[in-house]
């Protein structure tokens, strides 16, 4: 691809993305910030966790992308009782007495993981493997999922009665950990005027998912320059306690830091929240404005950062 080709390409993305959240904005009022986080981390080829008390519209947000994007979705619930095959499908004997795979719910574009964190560690392990190597292995055979291919969890934090927490590594399997908040009185009185009255709106199909693959394709091949790449890592590598760039808030306040997969993700967001701001290679600003996204569901408190009332988002502000 020549340059001037890659840049119209990054002209389109920024178009487009301007397109999304317009489309998406006719059914999710407020919530500019969720909006744009979740497209980067699907043009980045990543997965979001979405973390916010019942009512915020977390499922809704998520189906209206889908339909905007002309995708296929997929909602599992999670719950207590819910196991493996329900997710990734299981083989059944069918009548000529052959064994054939039957599809479970994670063969979708999209997939939501509803209270991802009801349902036992064995199950949440399920979804690891589709993560991560977006296949699934049933009686041995390998299932290759659709593409493109996102995750899109939800969890409810106050609620902590009959959870099992998600374990680190699962955690680490989501690019951003994004918090959604309560609408703002203004935002709650247009959606409460919406949603109480016959509803209006249309949505159009934006993008397909050859065009999704195209942006994926295109993000990683954005330049970024070394000063940039360097200062994302020198920032995860500050995270870990006990090593030579840990600052002293992090040796007293953190007991695990953020891994490299942490490094990669930041590097890629940023080049995408670049791309969609119409700029043709990413700065430290742009990492910056990802990084309690990528960082926060990483860095892991110990009982004096607890007891003192210290979050993650406070220590990743000293860090910047």
């Known amino acids: 691809m020549s340059k001037e080709s890659n840049v119209a390409a990054v002209d389109n993305l920024a178009q487009s993305y301007d397109a999304l959240s317009k489309e998406v904005g006719k059914v999710i009022i407020g919530q500019e910030g969720v909006v744009k986080a979740v497209i980067i981390s699907m043009f980045s080829r990543g997965h979001s966790l979405l973390v916010g008390v019942p009512g915020l519209a977390k499922t809704l947000l998520v189906s209206t992308i889908s339909e905007v994007l002309d995708l296929e979705f997929k909602r599992i619930q999670f719950t207590p009782d819910l196991m493996p095959s329900d997710i990734t499908g299981s ?62 969890a939800t969890q409810n934090p106050i609620e902590q009665e009959g959870t099992y927490p998600l374990p680190e590594a699962q955690l680490d399997r989501f690019m951003f950990n994004i918090n959604l908040d309560y609408p703002s009185y203004e935002e709650e009185v247009t959606v409460v005027k919406n949603t109480t009255a016959p509803q209006k709106y249309q949505l159009n199909h934006v993008l397909t998912g050859e065009q999704i693959l195209g942006f994926q394709d295109l993000i990683r091949k954005i330049p970024i320059t070394d000063n940039v790449l360097e200062y994302a890592v020198n920032l995860v590598a500050k995270t870990r306690p006990g090593t030579e760039r840990a600052t002293s808030d992090v040796n007293n306040y953190i007991s695990w830091g953020a891994g490299p997969r942490a490094s990669q993700f930041l590097v890629l967001g940023a080049k995408c929240h670049a791309a969609i701001h119409g700029k043709y290679s990413p700065d430290i600003e742009d990492v910056k404005a990802i990084s309690n996204l990528v960082l926060r569901h990483r860095i892991v408190r110990n009982y004096k950062a607890e007891a003192e009332g210290i979050s993650e988002e406070d220590i990743i502000r000293k860090l910047l």
């Open 91 to 152: 083989e059944i004997l069918d009548e000529d007495r052959h064994f054939k795979f039957n599809h479970g719910p994670i063969f979708s574009n999209i997939v939501l993981a509803d209270e991802i964190n009801r349902t036992p560690p064995k199950t949440q392990a399920a979804l690891l493997e589709a993560m991560q190597e977006r296949s699934v292995t049933v009686s041995g055979q390998r299932h290759l999922l659709p593409n493109p291919f996102f995750v899109l």
